[in-house]
């Protein structure tokens, strides 16, 4: 376990948080009272009460968040759920330092491709045993696949964002080009068509695309399963190699394109985060931005009156819609006293009703088939039954569990896909660069 | 007459220069400024402007009505206060050991606090987390508390030191002639010169604890203890994604007290930084 562990950690952390953490060790052994979970002091009361941390943010998200808490307390004055507010910036950090001191939140609120190092590191109860046949059923082995590690499962994914077309619906009508549904989306050469037509009609200094490519990695890998991409190829003997094959092009090389070629995609946003490029969009310089799900709320909080604007799906390739995604998840932490208290509370939060409320209020996909179904999620207003219809072709972003992803993606492959979208370099290059590069890294992570 | 000019010149340059480098500092306060006033829709207007043409305090009121903004404030102020008086209190006398018996020991104990600056938060915080659990301080103030005087000690034992070493020596020595004890002549001749360095490093713990966030993270654990810099984190999603006039407006609330501050001591702490620098 000890060694498994260490594998983990070497995921994520440089050598000052493995140092940390040796230090922690260190001092859990010297200090040799640090009692874990299980001997936290009980009130008296007989009352069980979980710590549920949150990360919802939007407004919205945290009233439905709470509403849905003092629903629970209010039908079960044996089990009380606190509801304590967590915080995106530094969570990984943060939920480290609690699992290490044994003073983490029984209910855990993280993203899937945060989960490895806790879920390899012992941080997290496995699930299989505490969640009912109706949760497990309802949610779809697509979406389970992004919380199993190793032989258990580790979260409960039940919120998800695709990346969509966020588009300016009069610059499409002006410009005559054909509107992609979800039945009948794009190809991503129809797209890059589409695109040049969109350039022409808007004149000088105006894009039809702004690409915000602060990361590369994930747009490009995520966007790359629609084209069939895979780029990590997992063995026979369990171990992940990378290989860049043509269907792993398609997608970096229309950008690329776009940008520098057909010049239809603002080189000025490669380097932008997604709320970066909203304004040039309200203002017309950009007719589409292919931004999360969730994006559509700021946008309708800061569109201009009359902005007319519509939700599209991605473009399709050989596979399809197809696109990773790491949704949200739930968890139970491992050295919680209550595990099968937390579950119940689990059970009873992410049932479909009250997962829809969730899913609204985060302007976000639910995981869940039962809540995916509901009308409240088909609207045609603000795109959410375009998302839905999206939601079925979902996969787990491709390297969320691979050992060593994290450290290839910031060492090679990120600098990597700048330079490539920049014109900086070839096709060649980057396919050097994240291959044999890249399996250096990961060889490092697997030589077990 | 041509080197009258040419010093003209250069001064004007030299005040170019200056407005151009406040001007830089100034940016990006006075740009969080006018997004806490701007509207929703001003804020992704492609055509930014200075000064938001439909000022509004709705970002202001959204602020105090999503979170507890009045509470963390008051936990922050609590714990920046407290750590900011016993940072001075247990720095000062060790300050005064640094500088007036010098030695190996002293030396090695300077360079320690030097050294121990560089330390990353990540670093420490798991043994600090396991130490205040032992001493049952987590998801409290006084644990916070201790932490960051903790964290602030070795610069303000810096700061107290240049001050200490700026007291001449020879004031003691005469108080000492004039038969005054040893307590009498730290009370009397030595801290009363000393004043304005303790104000000034008191400020600084006072503005380190203030906008602190990292610690005050990991060691608080319900909402009721949360500081102001933790709750300013609530307006933020993942991936960068923002609550972005709420944010503005509490961040700018948030940032006062720290310019204030500022503004008052900005003297003494250069002074106390340069103190005994120069021998006289």
């Given at each position: 376990?000890?060694?498994?562990?260490?594998?983990?950690?070497?995921?994520?952390?440089?050598?000052?948080?493995?140092?940390?953490?040796?230090?922690?060790?260190?001092?859990?052994?010297?200090t040799?009272?640090?009692?874990?979970?299980?001997?936290?002091?009980?009130?008296?009361?007989?009352?069980?009460?979980?710590?549920?941390?949150?990360?919802?943010?939007?407004?919205?998200?945290?009233d439905?968040?709470?509403?849905?808490?003092?629903?629970?307390?209010?039908?079960?004055?044996?089990?009380?759920v606190?509801?304590?507010?967590?915080?995106?910036?530094?969570?990984?950090?943060?939920?480290?330092?609690?699992?290490e001191?044994?003073?983490?939140?029984?209910l855990?609120?993280?993203?899937?491709?945060?989960?490895?190092?806790?879920?390899?590191?012992?941080?997290?109860?496995?699930?299989?045993?505490?969640?009912?046949?109706?949760?497990?059923?309802?949610?779809?082995?697509?979406?389970?696949?992004?919380?199993?590690?190793?032989?258990?499962?580790?979260?409960v994914?039940?919120?998800?964002?695709?990346?969509?077309?966020?588009?300016?619906?009069?610059?499409?009508?002006?410009?005559?080009?054909?509107?992609?549904?979800?039945?009948?989306?794009?190809?991503?050469?129809?797209?890059?068509?589409?695109?040049?037509?969109?350039?022409?009609?808007?004149?000088?200094?105006?894009?039809?695309?702004?690409?915000?490519?602060?990361?590369?990695?994930?747009v490009?890998?995520?966007?790359?399963?629609?084209?069939?991409?895979?780029?990590?190829?997992?063995?026979?003997?369990?171990?992940?190699?990378?290989?860049?094959?043509?269907a792993?092009?398609v997608?970096?090389?229309?950008?690329?394109?776009?940008?520098?070629?057909?010049?239809?995609?603002?080189?000025?946003?490669?380097?932008?985060?997604?709320?970066?490029?909203?304004?040039?969009?309200?203002?017309?310089?950009?007719?589409?931005?292919?931004?999360?799900?969730?994006?559509?709320?700021?946008?309708?909080?800061?569109?201009?009156e009359?902005?007319?604007?519509?939700?599209?799906?991605?473009?399709?390739?050989?596979?399809?819609?197809?696109?990773?995604?790491?949704?949200?998840?739930?968890?139970?932490?491992?050295?919680?006293?209550?595990?099968?208290?937390?579950?119940?509370?689990?059970?009873?939060?992410l049932?479909?009703?009250?997962?829809?409320?969730?899913?609204?209020?985060?302007?976000?996909?639910p995981?869940?088939?039962?809540?995916?179904?509901?009308?409240?999620?088909?609207?045609?207003?603000?795109?959410?039954?375009?998302?839905?219809?999206?939601?079925?072709?979902?996969?787990?972003?491709?390297?969320?569990?691979?050992?060593?992803?994290?450290?290839?993606?910031?060492?090679?492959?990120?600098?990597?896909?700048?330079?490539?979208?920049?014109?900086?370099?070839?096709?060649?290059?980057?396919?050097?660069?994240?291959?044999?590069?890249?399996?250096?890294?990961?060889?490092?992570?697997?030589?077990? | 007459m041509?080197?009258?000019?040419?010093?003209?010149?250069?001064?004007?340059?030299?005040?170019?220069?200056?407005?151009?480098?406040?001007?830089?500092?100034?940016?990006?306060?006075?740009?969080?400024?006018?997004?806490?006033?701007?509207?929703?829709?001003?804020?992704?207007?492609?055509?930014?402007?200075?000064?938001?043409?439909?000022?509004?305090?709705?970002?202001?009121?959204?602020?105090?009505?999503?979170?507890?903004?009045?509470?963390?404030?008051?936990?922050?102020?609590?714990?920046a206060?407290?750590?900011?008086?016993?940072?001075?209190?247990?720095?000062?006398?060790?300050?005064?050991?640094?500088a007036?018996?010098?030695?190996?020991?002293?030396?090695?104990?300077?360079?320690?606090?030097?050294?121990?600056?560089?330390?990353?938060?990540?670093?420490?915080i798991?043994?600090?987390?396991?130490?205040?659990?032992?001493?049952?301080?987590?998801?409290?103030?006084?644990?916070?508390?201790?932490?960051?005087?903790?964290?602030?000690?070795?610069?303000?034992?810096w700061?107290?030191?240049?001050?200490?070493?700026?007291?001449?020596?020879?004031?003691?020595?005469?108080?000492?002639?004039?038969?005054?004890?040893?307590?009498?002549?730290?009370?009397?001749?030595?801290?009363?010169?000393?004043?304005p360095?303790?104000?000034?490093?008191a400020?600084?713990?006072?503005?380190?604890?203030?906008?602190?966030?990292?610690?005050?993270?990991?060691?608080?654990?319900?909402?009721?203890?949360?500081?102001?810099?933790?709750v300013?984190?609530?307006?933020?999603?993942?991936?960068?994604?923002?609550?972005?006039?709420?944010?503005?407006?509490?961040?700018?609330?948030?940032?006062?007290?720290?310019?204030?501050?500022?503004?008052?001591?900005?003297?003494?702490?250069?002074?106390?930084?340069?103190?005994?620098?120069?021998?006289?």
């Amino acid at each position: 376990m000890r060694r498994v562990r260490r594998l983990a950690q070497a995921r994520r952390f440089g050598r000052a948080r493995r140092f940390a953490t040796a230090v922690a060790a260190a001092a859990l052994l010297l200090t040799g009272s640090a009692c874990t979970a299980d001997q936290r002091p009980d009130d008296g009361s007989g009352v069980v009460r979980l710590r549920f941390q949150s990360l919802a943010w939007q407004q919205e998200s945290v009233d439905a968040n709470k509403q849905l808490v003092a629903e629970w307390n209010a039908a079960h004055p044996d089990i009380q759920v606190d509801y304590v507010q967590g915080s995106w910036d530094s969570v990984h950090d943060q939920l480290l330092t609690s699992f290490e001191g044994g003073e983490a939140p029984d209910l855990v609120h993280d993203a899937s491709d945060d989960l490895a190092d806790f879920a390899y590191g012992g941080y997290l109860a496995d699930l299989r045993p505490l969640l009912s046949v109706r949760l497990r059923a309802d949610i779809p082995a697509e979406s389970w696949r992004t919380t199993t590690f190793g032989d258990g499962v580790y979260g409960v994914p039940f919120l998800q964002e695709p990346r969509m077309i966020m588009a300016n619906r009069k610059l499409l009508a002006d410009a005559g080009v054909r509107v992609p549904t979800a039945e009948q989306p794009w190809s991503w050469e129809e797209f890059r068509s589409v695109a040049k037509d969109l350039t022409k009609m808007m004149g000088g200094g105006r894009y039809a695309v702004a690409w915000p490519l602060k990361e590369p990695v994930s747009v490009s890998l995520n966007l790359g399963l629609s084209a069939g991409g895979r780029l990590f190829h997992r063995g026979a003997d369990d171990k992940v190699t990378l290989r860049f094959e043509d269907a792993d092009a398609v997608v970096p090389g229309t950008i690329r394109a776009m940008v520098g070629t057909d010049r239809t995609a603002s080189p000025a946003t490669l380097g932008s985060g997604g709320s970066d490029t909203l304004p040039g969009f309200f203002g017309g310089r950009y007719a589409m931005v292919p931004l999360g799900f969730s994006y559509r709320q700021q946008i309708v909080q800061q569109a201009p009156e009359g902005f007319d604007w519509t939700v599209l799906p991605a473009p399709a390739g050989a596979g399809g819609l197809a696109q990773g995604v790491s949704p949200q998840t739930l968890s139970i932490a491992a050295d919680s006293p209550h595990k099968k208290e937390a579950a119940a509370f689990l059970e009873f939060f992410l049932q479909p009703r009250n997962t829809v409320r969730l899913a609204l209020g985060d302007w976000m996909l639910p995981t869940s088939t039962t809540a995916l179904a509901d009308p409240a999620l088909h609207t045609p207003e603000f795109g959410w039954a375009t998302g839905a219809a999206v939601a079925q072709a979902l996969r787990p972003a491709p390297a969320q569990s691979v050992r060593g992803y994290p450290e290839w993606k910031d060492k090679v492959a990120t600098p990597a896909f700048q330079e490539y979208y920049s014109g900086a370099i070839g096709t060649e290059e980057l396919r050097r660069r994240l291959v044999t590069d890249g399996n250096r890294v990961l060889a490092r992570y697997q030589r077990d | 007459m041509s080197a009258f000019r040419t010093r003209g010149a250069a001064r004007a340059g030299q005040y170019a220069a200056l407005l151009a480098y406040l001007v830089f500092l100034a940016f990006p306060f006075l740009w969080l400024v006018s997004t806490a006033f701007k509207p929703a829709t001003e804020l992704g207007s492609l055509h930014p402007t200075w000064i938001p043409r439909d000022p509004t305090l709705a970002n202001f009121r959204q602020a105090f009505e999503e979170q507890p903004l009045l509470r963390a404030a008051g936990n922050s102020l609590l714990a920046a206060v407290a750590a900011a008086l016993i940072a001075v209190a247990v720095a000062t006398p060790m300050a005064y050991v640094l500088a007036r018996h010098r030695s190996r020991l002293t030396a090695a104990a300077t360079g320690w606090v030097v050294v121990s600056q560089a330390f990353p938060f990540v670093l420490l915080i798991i043994p600090l987390f396991l130490v205040l659990k032992n001493l049952h301080l987590i998801n409290s103030l006084p644990g916070l508390v201790m932490v960051y005087v903790v964290w602030s000690l070795p610069f303000a034992l810096w700061m107290l030191t240049g001050y200490v070493r700026a007291v001449p020596a020879e004031l003691e020595e005469a108080a000492a002639v004039d038969g005054a004890g040893r307590l009498r002549t730290l009370v009397s001749v030595t801290a009363p010169l000393l004043a304005p360095g303790l104000v000034a490093t008191a400020l600084f713990a006072f503005i380190t604890a203030w906008n602190e966030f990292f610690f005050a993270l990991v060691l608080l654990k319900t909402p009721e203890k949360q500081t102001l810099p933790v709750v300013l984190t609530h307006f933020l999603g993942a991936e960068g994604a923002a609550d972005l006039g709420p944010l503005a407006a509490a961040a700018f609330l948030a940032t006062l007290p720290s310019l204030v501050v500022f503004a008052l001591i900005q003297r003494r702490i250069t002074g106390g930084m340069l103190a005994g620098a120069v021998k006289s």
